[in-house]
């Protein structure tokens, strides 16, 4: 069992930044990908940004060059770092944990950037 926790969201204004937060506890040795995914309402649920097996991390097209993961291992936790928020960022973001075969996700945390 993985539990999971995000945290960082809230209200911005248009340029502005959020960091998210993520981490696992629980038996996460058998952690294998970690990744940022967002709903905005009326639509799918969305890969943001995210580390994969062998270290490989993915951006969404839309978030290239704003968005940036970085991890601290030790504490089990990926972090988010959004800059240059725009009002299309609007959306539920959820952390996603693979632990064998077993998908984890979190709460959810809103992130809403106003124009």
């Known amino acids: 069992q993985v539990q999971v926790v995000e945290s960082g969201g809230g209200l911005v204004q248009v340029g502005g930044s959020l960091r998210l937060s993520c981490a696992a506890s629980?038996?996460?040795?058998?952690?294998?990908?970690m990744g940022w995914y967002r709903q905005a309402p009326g639509t799918e649920r969305e890969l943001v940004a995210g580390f994969g097996s062998g270290g490989r991390t993915y951006y969404e097209d839309s978030v290239k060059g704003r968005f940036t993961l970085s991890r601290d291992n030790a504490k089990n936790t990926v972090y988010l770092q959004m800059n240059n928020l725009k009002p299309e960022d609007t959306a539920v973001y959820y952390c996603r944990v693979v632990c064998y075969e077993y998908d984890y996700w979190g709460q959810g945390t809103q992130v809403t950037v106003s124009s």
């Open positions: 629980g038996d996460t040795i058998c952690i294998s990908a």
